[in-house]
């Protein structure tokens, strides 16, 4: 029988390392002593595995230590670049490969309009870094292809272009421009770019429960967990969060069908178009490049956040950490509109890295229940989910005759494209659904894996709850 992978990358499975062991650690309260000895209990031995050396590695895992326990905290943003690891990538931009023949058409120097195009003694070209501005012009008219545009990864997965080389080569994050959508961090094949993680404050929460006798701890769990932790069922994903310490398990898909029943109400009370307001990358990235639209942002808390809000009001004193796959959410929890209802927020591949510091087998577990939402709320983890889920809050509105058409952004770049023409008034929409990450929140950086069938594992949870309407789900809440 062929074992299923809990992680997509290498990557990945050492920043799961270094966050079991400081969780484990932590739980241990033995972390401050143990700090300078984590290195070396990761990296053991003396050969190198990754780096040219095991004193680099090490080196680089006392950096991952420092992000695992929240991170720079003069740095605002939760994306951070580990400046030592950032050291292996070329330069960037256009170079000639060995494709060049020093051909007589030289169409490449004619198409360069800086001077920047040079011959060798066998007429073969290169580019004068100096005065190059990557404008790809000698790449488009070269017969030969020979031309070619080198993109670190980081700055090829940032679509919001927030990422540039700095003069000392490593990676820099502009925060006036990120979004936080962790598109870099999960695509940085060296790792040298993280989310801060939170799992300390989590960790310290349910200690200071008392067993959840002083406070009780909810977690409220994203729908995209549907799609993963393949190796486990999903009720006994919920089983080990009990385990760790939660006092109760909440669907955040609860709060979407809070979202989509009230966000379909306003769509109808708007003159112009709405956008929605689920994914905090898309909703900053309004406020970063299109603030003229922010106006038309839904005036709805994200679902996690709605949800949230409801059991603070019911119960002031609980916690509520958000477990899901979104790095976004860790710098929206901390919004001024958000901060009085979630406590924190960590990814799925902490929440992994917790189960396995507790030495808990998932898999030997009974199955947990979890049974808050409907169809429509739990869909909301994919693209196009939402705009299903509005167009149902409009129907049991009663209002199926309003000219609903929605148009579902699937990732940041068909999110600007959307919002370009809605600033030029040309939008033939009015509903805009917007999603930082490619195939919506199951693409999301802090997923365990990312694969065509999270889509199918979302859709098959939804069907689950088939058979509960919107108004069913959130009825139960009055």
């Known amino acids: 029988m062929k074992k299923l992978r809990k992680f997509d990358t290498k990557v990945q499975h050492l920043k799961y390392k270094v966050l079991r062991e400081v969780a484990r650690e932590a739980f241990r309260d033995n972390l ?8 070396e209990k990761i990296i053991p031995g003396k050969e190198p595995s990754m780096r040219c050396c095991v004193y680099k590695e090490r080196a680089i895992i006392a950096e991952r230590v420092k992000i695992a326990m929240g991170g720079n905290k003069s740095n605002p943003n939760v994306i951070e670049v580990i400046d030592i690891a950032c050291d292996e990538c070329p330069v960037s ?22 001077g920047a195009i040079t011959f060798d003694e066998h007429q073969k070209a290169h580019i004068d870094k100096s005065k190059c501005v990557n404008c790809g012009a000698c790449a488009k008219v070269c017969p030969y292809s020979a031309i070619i545009n080198r993109i670190r990864p980081c700055e090829n997965a940032c679509k919001v272009k927030a990422i540039h080389m700095a003069d000392t080569k490593e990676a820099c994050i502009d925060n006036d421009k990120c979004i936080s959508c962790g598109a870099c961090v999960y695509q940085c094949p060296f790792g040298a770019i993280s989310d801060k993680s939170f799992i300390l404050n989590v960790i310290d ?14 977690a409220v769990v994203a729908p995209s967990i549907a799609g993963q932790f393949s190796y486990a ?3 006994q994903v919920i089983t080990a969060i009990h385990m760790l310490g939660f006092y109760h398990v909440v669907e955040a898909a609860l709060g979407a069908d809070m979202v989509a029943y009230a966000e379909s109400k306003e769509l109808t009370e708007t003159d112009s178009f709405l956008t929605s307001s689920c994914c905090p990358a898309f ?10 639209l922010i106006e038309h942002i839904s005036h709805n ?8 809000k409801y059991m603070k009001e019911k119960e002031p004193d609980c916690k509520i950490v958000f477990i899901g796959p979104c790095t976004a959410k860790k710098m929206e929890f901390q919004k001024e509109e958000v901060r009085p209802y979630i406590d924190s927020v960590i990814t799925f591949e902490e929440l992994q890295a917790l189960i396995e510091s507790r030495d808990i087998d998932v898999t030997a577990l009974e199955e947990g229940v979890l049974d808050n939402a409907s169809y429509f709320g739990r869909i909301f983890a994919r693209s196009g989910g939402l705009a299903d889920a509005v167009r149902q809050g409009l129907k049991e509105h009663g209002l199926e005759d309003f000219p609903y058409n929605p148009i579902s952004c699937d990732g940041i770049e068909a999110c600007k494209l959307a919002l370009l023409k809605a600033s030029k008034g040309v939008l033939p929409n009015n ?5 930082a990450c490619v195939g919506g929140c199951i693409g999301g950086a802090g997923c365990l894996t ?3 069938k999270n889509k199918k594992d979302v859709d098959k949870y939804g069907m689950e709850a088939l058979e509960k309407t919107i108004t069913d789900s959130i009825s139960l809440l009055k």
Do not use: W
């Open 283 to 292: 909703v900053d990235y309004i406020h970063k490049s299109f603030p003229d």
């Open 205 to 218: 929460m349910l200690k200071k429960s008392q067993n959840n006798e002083k406070y009780k701890v909810y």
């Open 301 to 308: 808390l994200s679902p996690a956040a709605t949800i949230a």
């Open 450 to 452: 990312h694969e065509e």
């Open 233 to 235: 069922k999903l009720g």
């Open 431 to 435: 509903f805009i659904e917007g999603m």
């Open 93 to 114: 931009g256009y170079d000639v490969t060995e494709a060049c023949r020093g051909c007589l058409a030289h169409r490449c120097e004619d198409a360069c309009k800086l």
């Open 32 to 39: 401050l002593y143990s700090l300078y000895d984590l290195p």
